[in-house]
């Protein structure tokens, strides 16, 4: 599963094989959390991570929303910044 972006201690992974995973998602890690967002709700779907790191995965899925369902419906990995 390639990292398409890192930011404070976050590592952002997508996998490449939707039709095994369904709803369009990323995961996101932070030390032991794990957790699955949807990219079209950018809710939490799955796992846990702590609450501070759960409002910055979602302010940077704000961002680059468009990319993410980009990357998921095409198949193409690309590196995408982090927060700032």
């Known amino acids: 599963m390639p990292v398409i972006a890192r930011f404070y201690g976050i590592i ?4 490449f094989i939707q039709n095994e995973h369904g709803v369009a998602h990323f995961h ?5 959390f794990n957790a699955v967002f949807g990219i079209d709700s950018l809710e939490m779907i799955e ?7 759960q409002l910055l995965v979602k302010e940077w899925a ?7 369902l980009e990357m998921w419906n095409s198949q193409k990995f690309m590196q995408l910044p982090g927060l700032e």
């Open 47 to 53: 796992g846990d991570l702590p609450g501070r790191a």
């Open 62 to 68: 704000k961002f680059y929303q468009k990319e993410l």
């Open 12 to 15: 952002i992974k997508m996998y």
């Open 28 to 32: 996101a890690i932070y030390g032991e």
